[in-house]
């Protein structure tokens, strides 16, 4: 099965992939409710790129108590209806890119809009070793 | 509708902060960014006060692109009286600051009165809080994001450094340590409001109908009309490719504009710069990536950009590329404009070799270039002198004729004598000497279009200046060179209503006009659309503009034009008629 991959030598920090995942799953533009975590910000020390995406490791999935998160094929689902706000997903996530919102979650769909607007190919989807 | 239709109101003089509704005719009127600030700003300035009192107000201005998914509409409007001009004064900066103002659910903020002590701004969505910057204050501005950030987590912030602090005309602001509101002293504004900082988190979001056929359409946008071989010299090169094409065309500022090709251009043109490159950055939602950020030793620095590279290597020069990326770091963090300050340094070595007064500086001189940032910046020994600009450097010293300025802001790195139309577009500009205006090298030194005749320039220049100004009010960055009907495209999906590339041209011109009138009312006129006397008489001695000169009475005849076509008179002066036509 394929998932997200990040390349930070190529990421030039625009944060396209943000706003085309915010808005494709929330239909919203807002960097903060993407489903991944691209930061290319300067500290002390020089450029930090940094890159946390959905790798795939199921963990949310077993974790759910009310199995509101599916893997199908390679791919998650969330099922609102069944969720129970419990946040569970979300402290367990080992990457942190469950969005925790009001109601519910927001997991990575592979819907691939981040890697569809990536200009650099840092994002990319290719197969999981297992 | 992509406005938050909120802007926030700052008075630093009672303390009080206070969200007020967009004034929605204006912003129809004038989109945001430069148009919108320089609105406000025309209605709420007083004529005639002085740009380092309380009474001058500093304007950060959004567009309706900002906070979108569009391409390269990372960019802010930071506007106010400029301290070096007594002009309006407009500037633009990227990095990250314009969307995160926006998601905090501002279209603009306005800063104005002065605080007692220093502060800094803090704005976190509908909390906004003056806090003490009684232990930033004295800092550089890498120094003071350090500090915001270790005390405020993930905020987004604009900070001065010394040379704003000490009131510079060629101060400016910084954000994440490479990004300026360069020119015109905007920093020394900030400065003289005690104002040190401002930090803003922004949690919210912008919704449109049909967002996600939207992102497509946008995408596709992207592919076919930003990421293309007439844009992408951003992400393989960046402005240092420039080094080249003006050595080439004899139009690289050498020796104070002494010459215009430099014997050591390859030693900091791009290649130099390539030699040192660590990665490509952007500015938000832009794919272009122009930005290099290069490290060498322990001095980092994102640049050096062409204009650095131009004013502060080969202007003074210095053909080194280690030490001009010293000097931009130096000047970056001190927030000097690299242009300004390399034009006040180049100004001192001319004075200095000609006899005329010994700054004890000569060109070529690394080491003592060196020391200039922290000098000027702190207006210490000679740097005190430099720090005033090279128009007030000559009117006490001397040396007029080669003060390379217009209005009191120095000059950019294109030598007018090999490309007429960039003296136009200096001599015409609304803050002084600006590329920022109108660049129409591009298509005289490095295009078709003979240099060398004031046949039909004014109406290029006109045409520059109008795209640019709707352009800067969307907010879209320069190096997109998106049409006008591409622009009207996008709006109208975002406004939701049928914008028209008419209508933005016409936009366009009112911001320029009005920029103009603003200009007017502070006693501008004919008098001061002038370029420094060397670029009128004194031949170019070097490479493809040898012999050489922007003849005076070619210059006249350009302006005279340019008024016309403008529909201001022989002066000048804005005609009643175009006053009319433009709802001005």
Known sequence: MKALFF??????????????????NEEEFNPRLARLKITSRYDRNGLVVGGQTCDLCLK??????????????????FLEDLCTDCDICVDICPNQVIVNKETGIGVCVQCHSCA??????????AEVER | MTYTGKILRVNLSTGKAQPEPLNEKWARDYLGGKGLSIKYLYEELEPGIDPLSEANKLILMTGPTTGTIVPNSGKLA??????????????????????ELKYAGYDAVIIEGKAKTPVYLYIEDEKVELRSAGDLWGKGAHETEHIIAETLGDVITMVIGQAGENLLPMACISSELYRQAGRGGIGAVMGSKNLKAIAVRGTGGIKIPNIRK???ALNKIKREDTMTDDNMWTYSDGTPMLVDLCHDSGILPTRNFQEGTFEDYKKINSDAVKGVLK????????????????????????????ETLALCGSNCAIGDIEAIIEFNRLCDDYCLDTISAGNSVAFAMELTEKGIYDFGIH????????????????????????????????????????????????????????????????????RGACHMRAWPTAVEAFGDIDPYTSEGKAKLVIGMQDDNSVKFSAIFCDFWALSTERMAEILSLLLER?????????????????????????????KDDYLPERIFSEKLPTGTTAGKLLPREEYEKMLTDYYQLRGWDENGIITEAKKKELHL
Not at chain 2, 499 to 525: D, P, Q, S
Request: proline share 5%; hydrophobic share 40%.
């Open chain 1, 60 to 77: 949310c999935v077993e974790a759910c108590p009310v199995d509101a998160i599916i893997e199908k094929q390679g791919r998650l689902s």
């Open chain 2, 498 to 526: 049928e914008v028209t590339a008419t209508e933005l041209t016409t936009i366009g011109e009112r911001t320029y006009n009005l920029a103009r009138l603003f200009n007017e009312r502070e006693g501008f006129n004919r």
């Open chain 2, 279 to 306: 990665a490509k950055k952007a500015c938000f939602a832009c794919p272009l990536g122009c930005s290099n950020y290069v490290e060498k030793g322990d001095t980092r620095v994102e640049g050096p950009e062409y």
């Open chain 2, 214 to 216: 939207f992102s497509a």
């Open chain 1, 7 to 24: 390349h930070a030598e190529k990421c030039i920090g625009c944060k396209l992939c943000h706003l085309a995942c915010s808005a494709q």
């Open chain 2, 78 to 99: 930071v506007a106010a009286k400029s301290p070096a001009t007594g002009t309006i004064l407009d500037c633009s900066i990227g990095g990250y600051f314009a969307p």
């Open chain 1, 116 to 125: 569809n607007w990536c200009p650099t190919e840092a994002l990319i989807f």
């Open chain 2, 363 to 430: 060109f070529g001189e690394v080491d003592k270039y060196l020391e200039m940032p922290g000098l000027i910046a702190r207006k210490e020994g000679v740097g005190a002198e430099l720090a005033a600009g090279v128009r007030a450097m000559a009117e006490k010293y001397g040396g007029m004729d080669f003060a390379m300025q217009v209005k009191g802001l120095e000059m950019p790195g294109y030598e007018p004598r090999g490309s007429w139309a960039m003296g136009l577009a200096y001599g015409t500009a609304d």
